[in-house]
């Protein structure tokens, strides 16, 4: 178990998230099943030095995520989002009802299993556009670079009405706000800059309204009080990190994952049968469960979870990937097994936080990952496994670069 010493309070304890191996990196840390099966809830050691109780079984991750005692508004303890306080306008995810739903409720109509599903033709078309793209340079490239980033950026910026030439500024900022190894001053200068691009973007659109969320959101809300300018562009921002890191990270894992899994993926790709496709995505998306490092809550008041006591003020580390495998839930959960149901899975969260996107993302997956190995029936890694570069402690898991061959 890999521990480090606090400073502070000279404690012992083990780093989180804890490290993958690096001959195994698909395989979650070996910690996670130990913490789950222990006594109570694991203390750790942060990135920040600061310690927190991390939650692995699949029904205590359930009870946590709903549990009106315990708060998503983890921004009121800045030692955990250092610099977060000086941002002036709140984001909803960090939000608790009913402030949080009643702006989340604001967007659900735009992801509905309707909406999205009607953008499926558009999504299938840019999928098709980027793999042209990417195959009329060479028999080589980055996948991450060539499609699995710039498919759902494109779709997002189209969704919300963000110009899609300012594609690289925003992935940029998205990836230092996501980092856990940047200074506090790195955090919020890019979250700063992001916020003034998304705020000059609101200010263009009460002037000149498109066909786009952004501008939905002024009409509706804006001028009926209901919204400030700035709450808009907060929204927006939120839409635009969380719509494109997480579902490229999905994408490039799911490919990489697939191509060490050769059977498995023949299943995905020569099946003409949606149901087919998308329970095998619902199983990868339970396997990967990328969301390793970015559910954070706070107890509101003394509890007991787990049988652990805990305090009020106390963090609380979600890990999904590690509820995700618990035996209690899934046999054999450490196996990936694209035809099984994965029914139940929390990797899109779990309660009222539970993702606002995940239709879109499960359109963009549909349509990415059968066609990336249909398109492409000799896609194959271009290094060895071991060479590939993982986005170990990143809050999304991925790879940063994945270099195919086809
Ligand atoms: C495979 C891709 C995705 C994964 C694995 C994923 C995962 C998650 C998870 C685990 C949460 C819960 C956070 C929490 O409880 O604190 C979440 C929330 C959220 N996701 Fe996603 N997500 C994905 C794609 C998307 C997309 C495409 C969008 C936007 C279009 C999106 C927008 C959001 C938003 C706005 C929230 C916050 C919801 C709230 O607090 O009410 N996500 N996502």
Known sequence: ??????????????????????????????????????????????WNGETAWVVTRYEDVKLVLSDQRISADTIRYPRMHPGAEQMQVPAFPRMDDPEHARIRLMMTKDFTVKRVEAMRPQVRTLVDRFIDEMTSKGDAADLVEAFALPMPSLVISLLLGVPYEDHEFFQKHSIT???????????????????????????????????????????ERVETGELKPEEVAMNGLVLLIAGHETTANMIGLGTLTLLEHPEQAAVVRDSDDPKVVANAIEELLRYLSIAQDMIWRAAHEDLVIGDQEVKAGDILAVNLPAANHD?????????LDVTRSARGHIAFGYGIHQCLGQNLARVELTESLPRLLRRLPRLRLAVPLEEVPFRGTMAAFGVHELPVTW
């Open 1 to 46: 178990m890999s521990t480090a010493t606090d400073p502070t309070g000279n404690l012992d304890l083990p780093t989180y998230p804890a490290a993958r191996s690096s001959r195994c990196p698909l395989h979650l840390p070996s910690e996670y099943e130990q913490w789950r099966l222990g006594d109570g809830l694991q203390k750790v050691r942060l």
């Open 177 to 219: 706000i996501n980092q856990p190894d940047v200074t506090p001053q790195e955090k919020s200068q890019a979250s700063a800059e992001l916020f003034g691009f998304l705020m000059e973007l609101v200010q263009r659109k009460q002037r000149e309204p498109g066909d786009d969320l952004i501008s939905r959101l002024i009409a």
């Open 327 to 335: 035996p209690s839930f899934m046999d054999d959960a450490g196996s």
